[in-house]
């Protein structure tokens, strides 16, 4: 048990469609961080919260993405407008103060 | 820029044989240095980390890599391999703080035949 949480693990929609997901820490960690991960590839960061604070965003965060992370403890990922490439594995992990990132087991999206 | 480079996308061994992952980094500050393991349809799972104390690092599951900076890199091995260590293994750098991203290679697939 990492000590994160993901929901939902799958997700089908449709091209077009906004799409929700949310990332729970088991306790109020300073560091959260978004990957997303396609298939054969390794995780691609997308951003990073430190307490309620993005203090990273990649520019493969399009303006279609948009994270929060209201209160300092659970985060979201909301993606409008979903195209065809957004498929992919978007992973959540909690950060440590020891540099360690622990990693949830991940929304599995797939854009018809 | 950080970069992370795994070479062999896919390596076989037989079951009680050598495990030998390689991974080669690129950083322009002392790195931290990780090795994670993901299984089918999951989540990635930490074997082990590097962050400037011993250069040599033990993980979970009989895994250990050794950091060497004049060579950059960080291989992975483990002395004998389990059928159970069949999966998808990711080396990572970020830039030694402690808020870093971090930065992926592209996985090695590691098969163990019977």
């Known amino acids: 048990d990492t000590g994160v949480s993901q929901n939902p693990r799958h997700k089908i929609t449709k091209r077009g469609q906004n799409v929700t997901f949310r990332c729970d820490p088991i306790?109020?960690?300073?560091?959260l961080y978004w990957y997303r991960q396609t298939l054969g590839q390794g995780p691609e960061f997308l951003t990073y919260?430190?307490?309620?604070?993005?203090?990273?965003k990649s520019r493969l965060l399009s303006d279609r993405f948009s994270a929060e992370r209201p209160k300092g403890s659970f985060s979201t990922l909301e993606i409008q407008r979903t195209e065809q490439g957004d498929s992919a594995m978007y992973l959540c992990?909690?950060?440590?103060?020891?540099?360690?990132?622990?990693f949830g087991p991940g929304t599995r999206l797939t854009v018809l | 820029a950080q970069s992370v480079t795994q070479l062999g996308s896919h390596v076989s061994v037989s079951e009680g044989a050598l495990v030998l992952l390689r991974c080669n980094y690129s950083?322009?500050?002392?790195?931290?240095l990780f090795w994670y393991v993901q299984y089918p349809n999951q989540g990635l799972q930490l074997l082990l980390k590097?962050?400037?104390?011993?250069?040599l690092v033990k993980g979970i599951n009989g895994f250990e890599a050794e950091f060497k900076k004049s060579e950059t890199s960080f291989h992975l091995t483990k002395p004998s391999a389990h059928m159970s260590d069949a999966a998808e293994y990711f080396c990572a750098v970020s830039e030694g703080n402690q808020g870093g991203k971090l930065i992926f290679g592209q996985g090695t697939e590691l098969s163990v035949k019977p």
């Open positions: 306790s109020e960690h300073n560091r």
């Open positions: 590097y962050t400037s104390a011993a250069t």
């Open positions: 950083s322009s500050v002392p790195p931290y």
């Open positions: 992990a909690r950060g440590t103060d020891s540099g360690e990132q622990f």
């Open positions: 919260f430190q307490n309620e604070a993005q203090l990273e």
